[in-house]
């Protein structure tokens, strides 16, 4: 489809990327990869995945003209690729049945995941229930008393909640118990993770199942917006809906192609997620990336309103599309995405979800001082519903 070859066989994006686990991994990562080197482009397989994307998840996801925001701007025009509209409230659902259906094809009937927001464990646990497997998803125990409702979620959809009490208790220490388990488990048991990172193929297999949202924005913005985008705006944490809508674009020179940041408190106050901005290059779950870490290598802590930001790394294809200038990225700090996220509330009628209000925030910045002809196609990754109480709690109208 594009003429862009990234990844190598060995599944590196330049300097980043690749395979750095232990040797009781490696048959494992080389099972998965041929799996899905054989049903990647399998008819069958591919109808389908686009079956479940339609009937199941409720796609395509429309475009949409912000056009109050847009006006009240005064600059260039702002549209929406409307990922909150997913059964399940955002993206992360479509890289899920895709891994799910290549799961049933290698003969796995258990799936596992490890969630620190609780929104990939949500999504995984959906999955499982749609195809009748058995479904363990690994949480920090901090996690879990922070996102009650998600947990709750997850068992109401039938999986298992494995709480992990070591370390900081957070997502780090969740994956790290989850390749522990499929290690010993990997006959039966197929490991979904839920963005652009970790080894090869992973990081190329996600953005594959994702790139069905720039392949519709790529369709969609003629036939709606007379043309195609002069930016396209996502925010990144691991990075699966950046990649998803920035891939099929990538060989569209014309478009400018926009990653955003959290700089949570400010990225001088050191309270922030921005791994490609003030981040260096190391190996953190299985591959080489710009990671947040100190000068003896170990990772930071990481801040960010929003929990699906909070990844102290990035994924690899980033890293390479950042080093040589294809895409380019910036960061938006809490308070600014609150803002955003408020706008977007009253003059559009749509509650974003903390993550996507980054990408919106970045998009009004760039508005400001663009023309009523250009437009910027943000991807809205999710919805904002689960976002509600941190956004009380900042200091919007009171719960
Ligand atoms: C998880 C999540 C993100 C961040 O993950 P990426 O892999 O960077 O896309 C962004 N937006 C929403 C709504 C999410 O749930």
Same mark, same amino acid.
């Not at 686990?21 to 389908?48: K, N």
């Not at 490890?114 to 749609?130: C, F, L, P």
């Not at 488990?185 to 080894?199: H, K, L, M, Q, R």
């Given at each position: 489809?594009?003429?862009?070859? /990234?990844? %190598? ?20 990562? %080389?099972?998965?990869? %041929? ?63 895709? +891994? ?83 290690? !010993?488990?990997?006959?039966? !048991?197929?490991?979904?993770?839920? !963005?652009?990172?970790?080894? &090869? ?26 043309? /195609?985008? %002069?930016? @396209?705006?996502?925010? @990144? ?14 060989? &569209? ?44 290598? +170990? ?18 294809? &980033? ?10 990225? /910036?960061?938006? !700090? ?7 996220? &408020? ?30 002809? /250009? ?25």
């Amino acid at each position: 489809m594009t003429a862009y070859d /990234q990844p %190598d066989a060995n599944g590196h994006f330049g300097p980043y990327g690749g395979v750095f686990v232990g040797e009781t991994l490696v048959h494992a990562l %080389d099972e998965l990869r %041929d799996a899905y080197a054989r049903y990647r482009d399998d008819p069958e397989f591919v109808t389908e995945f686009e079956y479940e994307l339609r009937h199941f998840v409720g796609r395509p996801s429309p475009v949409y003209h912000a056009r109050h925001w847009s006006e009240q701007i005064g600059g260039a025009q702002i549209w929406f690729k409307r990922e909150d509209l997913n059964h399940t409230g955002a993206h992360k659902v479509n890289n899920c049945i895709g +891994q799910a259906l290549l799961a049933r094809r290698m003969g796995k009937r258990k799936v596992i995941a490890e969630t620190g927001a609780g929104q990939h464990g949500v999504a995984t646990a959906t999955v499982a229930a749609r195809f009748g497997m058995e479904c363990k998803v690994f949480m920090g125990s901090e996690d879990v008393r922070r996102q009650a409702a998600n947990v709750y979620r997850m068992k109401l959809l039938g999986a298992e909640v494995c709480e992990v009490d070591s370390g900081s208790r957070t997502l780090k220490d969740a994956m790290n118990e989850a390749m522990r388990h499929w290690v !010993t488990n990997v006959e039966d !048991t197929y490991y979904i993770i839920g !963005t652009v990172a970790g080894p &090869h193929p992973y990081p190329a297999m996600v953005r594959d199942f994702q790139m069905v949202i720039g392949c519709e924005a790529l369709v969609q913005m003629p036939e709606a917006a007379g043309r /195609q985008p %002069d930016v @396209v705006v996502a925010a @990144v944490g691991g990075g699966s809906n950046a990649m998803g809508i920035f891939y099929p674009y990538l060989t &569209h020179d014309a478009v400018r192609l926009v990653g955003v940041e959290a700089a949570g408190d400010g990225l001088e106050t050191g309270r922030h997620a921005a791994s490609l901005t003030l981040g260096t290059p190391g190996v953190l779950h299985g591959n080489r990336t710009y990671l947040l870490q100190d000068v003896h290598g +170990q990772i930071q802590e990481t801040h960010s309103v929003s929990a699906g930001l909070d990844y102290p790394g990035v994924g690899p294809e &980033h890293a390479w599309l950042k080093d040589v200038g294809r895409a380019e990225y /910036q960061t938006v !700090t809490d308070t600014e995405a609150l803002a955003a996220f &408020h706008d977007c509330c009253r003059l559009e009628g749509i509650i974003p979800a903390l993550e996507s209000s980054h990408a919106l925030a970045c998009a009004r910045r760039m508005a400001a001082s663009m023309s009523p002809d /250009q437009i910027i196609l943000v991807n809205l990754s999710g919805r904002g519903d689960k976002d509600i109480h941190t956004v009380a709690e900042r200091g919007g109208i009171v719960f």
